[in-house]
């Protein structure tokens, strides 16, 4: 008689599972409620508490099968209902979770993003966009800047009133008047220059109308050329050659990386 009385307590008394279930059903219909009051959609839960959505949707239709074990449905519930704005300890401390001990503090949580995309690699990216920007800046301000020049030279040549024929000879033939820079002892009928290279310069030497050389000199050379009418010499760096005549003070010739041409003639003794 005992054991079937004890047959017919267990029949109608229902077991913790069944309880869980029945207040799982009370707990997600009151939070699904709350929920749609407030017009919030499960994505926007999923944001808010970092819960799965599939677990925050068991939650709300009472689906214990789906859940982990019931210590963890716990703090998911209190979780929930903090999102919506209540109580969510008071809340959860519900539904019932048997003889295990009660921990409010939830042990799963979302995965990290730095675990995805490491932050360095983010500071890497943040580099490259600086360097790309700063070189593309320096590219454009170097194009403008000689598109500035170039519109001050085309400026300055149509002021000039000169062709561009006339522009470009100009530009190749750059001579210094002989007279203004160098002249020969009017009491001696032969003329000699010397020349010396600060650096290497082509230089073109022609006495008495004959060449007497052509070609390019080393930086530091110096050469002596002597003529009975006239000496001419021609030089593309006018600025990296020193000349002096019959032995006087050497000068340049002109401008370094110009052009330049001296002519000088010997003067009869009157």
């Not at 210590?71 to 704005?85: H, S, W």
């Not at 983010?122 to 403008?144: D, E, T």
């Not at 530009?171 to 000699?192: A, C, G, H, N, R």
Request: contains cysteine; glycine residues 6%.
């Amino acid at each position: 008689m005992k054991w079937l009385r004890r047959k017919e307590e267990k029949l109608i008394k229902p077991s913790m599972e069944e309880k869980q279930a029945e207040k799982l059903r009370q707990l997600g219909a009151q939070l699904a409620l709350l929920r749609q009051e407030k017009g919030l959609s499960l994505d926007e839960l999923v944001l808010l508490t970092k819960i799965p959505r599939r677990l925050l949707q068991s939650i709300e239709i009472g689906n214990l099968t789906d859940l982990p074990e019931p210590i963890y449905v716990q703090g998911l519930i209190r979780q929930f209902a903090d999102a919506l704005g209540i109580k969510g300890a008071e809340f959860a401390s519900t539904f019932p979770i048997g003889s295990q001990t009660v921990n409010l503090q939830i042990t799963w949580k979302p995965k990290a993003m730095n675990q995805l995309r490491p932050v360095h690699l983010y500071l890497l990216y943040i580099v490259l966009i600086i360097c790309s920007v700063k070189g593309l800046s320096q590219l454009l301000n170097n194009q403008a800047l000689q598109a500035k020049n170039n519109q001050l030279e085309i400026n300055s040549q149509a002021e000039s009133g000169l062709t561009s024929e006339q522009i470009q000879s100009k530009e190749l033939q750059q001579i210094q008047p002989v007279s203004d820079t160098f002249s020969s002892s009017p009491d001696i009928q032969t003329v000699e220059i010397g020349v010396t290279l600060k650096s290497s310069s082509w230089i073109r030497v022609i006495a008495d109308g004959k060449t007497e050389f052509e070609g390019v000199l080393p930086e530091g050379s110096h050469r002596n050329w002597k003529a009975t009418q006239q000496l001419t010499v021609k030089t593309d760096n006018a600025g990296g050659v020193l000349m002096s005549v019959n032995h006087q003070e050497a000068r340049e010739m002109g401008k370094p990386g110009k052009t330049g041409e001296v002519r000088i003639a010997a003067k009869v003794k009157s």
